[in-house]
């Protein structure tokens, strides 16, 4: 295994994508207050360019921050309204969405531990089969703006449990940061992956390339973390990750050894094929089960978290999809200027932006 130095906080601000984010933007680059007009957040489309992108700025100064901006910025009162605001919508959207889904956690997580038959509206099965290089590029530079920082998010949700949820979201945690050990950290091993795909590993370096589908699936999780009162939600989500990541893991992996893609790239997925077998065991009979003998009034926010990643999943799956199926590129811009990723892969003929 290569021993890669993980890339430093460093993030750029991202260009602007509409009225929304250009005033987050501005605003965290001058010091300023935001300037947009109130009734937009109420106009926007919630699911768009604009919305995702502003949501996802205003939570990445909650993380890493961006160069040359102030750390202070993180608590800006008129920047933390702007993002309450912009949040109530989300929250509210996904809430009607979701307003049939499953309200016990039993309910939400029994279709999860079935694998499918029909595993043709899996994303992770079309990469085993048929993937080819450029597409295994882009979905790693699109999944760099969780991976690069993961587990990072479900942190928040430590403080907020005891006794059995508490001890065992610890146990998991510890081994999504190497377990004492640097060079296991798992965003390290997604760096790795990246390089071997000859992506460039630096933290949010893909952050203009991503689409508002790919934003939201990261917004949910900071949404849901930065909230005590989201906690069962989160608890959720991360359960649903980690049920749902052992076999899409296995299938990535055979499509990394498939495309030649490298060593690391193949052993980042290797790495999660047994390892979320494991803590898949212990969030559903520890975590899950801990915290609803702690709260059991919580259950229905474990369920909507479970059901709300889904959701977004299965969105980003039908856009990735779609773009692949018209021969077009998924990032929302083209790669990045002097960008060396390209590794001889055929690459698709324009990006997917409008």
Same mark, same amino acid.
């Not at 920047?79 to 809430?95: H, I, S």
């Given at each position: 295994?290569?021993?890669?130095?993980?890339?430093?906080?460093?993030?750029?601000?991202?260009?602007?994508?509409?009225?929304?984010?250009?005033?987050?933007?501005?605003?965290?680059?001058?010091?300023?207050?935001?300037?947009?007009?109130?009734?937009?957040?109420?106009?926007?489309?919630?699911?768009?360019?604009?919305?995702?992108?502003?949501?996802?700025?205003?939570?990445?100064?909650?993380?890493?921050?961006?160069?040359?901006?102030?750390?202070?910025?993180?608590?800006?009162?008129?920047?933390?309204?702007?993002?309450?605001?912009?949040?109530?919508?989300?929250?509210? @959207? !996904? %809430?009607? #969405? =979701?307003? &049939?889904?499953?309200?016990?956690? +039993?309910?939400?997580?029994? *279709?999860?531990?079935?694998?499918?038959?029909?595993?043709?509206?899996?994303?992770?099965?079309?990469?085993?089969?048929?993937?080819?290089?450029?597409?295994?590029?882009?979905?790693?530079?699109?999944?760099?703006?969780?991976?690069?920082?993961?587990?990072?998010?479900?942190?928040?949700?430590?403080?907020?449990?005891?006794?059995?949820?508490?001890?065992?979201?610890?146990?998991?945690?510890?081994?999504?940061?190497?377990?004492?050990?640097?060079?296991?950290?798992?965003?390290?091993?997604?760096?790795?992956?990246?390089?071997?795909?000859?992506?460039?590993?630096?933290?949010?370096?893909?952050?203009?390339?991503?689409?508002?589908?790919?934003?939201?699936?990261?917004?949910?999780?900071?949404?849901?973390?930065?909230?005590? @009162? !989201? %906690?069962? #939600? =989160?608890? &959720?989500?991360?359960?649903?990750? +980690?049920?749902?990541?052992? *076999?899409?893991?296995?299938?990535?992996?055979?499509?990394?050894?498939?495309?030649?893609?490298?060593?690391?790239?193949?052993?980042?997925?290797?790495?999660?094929?047994?390892?979320?077998?494991?803590?898949?065991?212990?969030?559903?009979?520890?975590?899950?089960?801990?915290?609803?003998?702690?709260?059991?009034?919580?259950?229905?926010?474990?369920?909507?978290?479970?059901?709300?990643?889904?959701?977004?999943?299965?969105?980003?799956?039908?856009?990735?999809?779609?773009?692949?199926?018209?021969?077009?590129?998924?990032?929302?811009?083209?790669?990045?200027?002097?960008?060396?990723?390209?590794?001889?892969?055929?690459?698709?003929?324009?990006?997917?932006?409008?």
């Amino acid at each position: 295994m290569k021993q890669s130095t993980l890339p430093a906080a460093g993030t750029c601000l991202p260009r602007g994508r509409g009225v929304l984010s250009e005033a987050v933007t501005t605003s965290a680059r001058t010091g300023q207050s935001p300037e947009y007009e109130p009734e937009t957040v109420l106009t926007a489309d919630i699911w768009g360019e604009d919305v995702q992108l502003a949501l996802y700025v205003l939570y990445e100064l909650h993380y890493r921050g961006f160069e040359g901006i102030a750390d202070e910025r993180e608590w800006d009162p008129d920047l933390l309204r702007m993002r309450r605001d912009l949040e109530t919508r989300f929250l509210g @959207a !996904l %809430r009607a #969405a =979701l307003t &049939g889904a499953p309200r016990t956690a +039993e309910e939400a997580f029994a *279709p999860l531990l079935v694998e499918p038959v029909d595993l043709s509206g899996s994303l992770s099965h079309r990469l085993e089969a048929t993937g080819e290089l450029w597409q295994l590029r882009e979905y790693a530079a699109l999944r760099s703006l969780y991976h690069l920082k993961e587990a990072d998010p479900h942190l928040w949700v430590i403080p907020r449990l005891t006794g059995r949820a508490k001890a065992a979201m610890v146990s998991i945690e510890y081994d999504e940061f190497g377990a004492g050990r640097p060079d296991r950290i798992h965003a390290r091993l997604y760096a790795d992956l990246m390089e071997d795909l000859g992506l460039d590993p630096r933290y949010g370096r893909y952050l203009n390339q991503a689409p508002a589908v790919l934003l939201a699936t990261v917004n949910l999780m900071s949404l849901f973390g930065l909230h005590r @009162a !989201l %906690r069962g #939600a =989160l608890v &959720g989500h991360f359960a649903c990750v +980690e049920v749902t990541s052992s *076999p899409s893991s296995r299938r990535l992996a055979k499509a990394m050894r498939a495309c030649k893609a490298g060593p690391a790239a193949e052993f980042f997925y290797a790495e999660h094929v047994e390892a979320d077998a494991v803590h898949e065991q212990i969030v559903r009979r520890e975590v899950v089960e801990g915290l609803l003998a702690d709260e059991p009034g919580l259950e229905e926010d474990i369920a909507f978290g479970c059901a709300a990643t889904v959701f977004l999943e299965e969105q980003l799956t039908a856009y990735i999809e779609g773009a692949w199926n018209q021969g077009r590129s998924t990032l929302y811009t083209p790669w990045p200027e002097g960008d060396t990723s390209d590794g001889g892969s055929v690459r698709p003929r324009q990006p997917s932006s409008t």
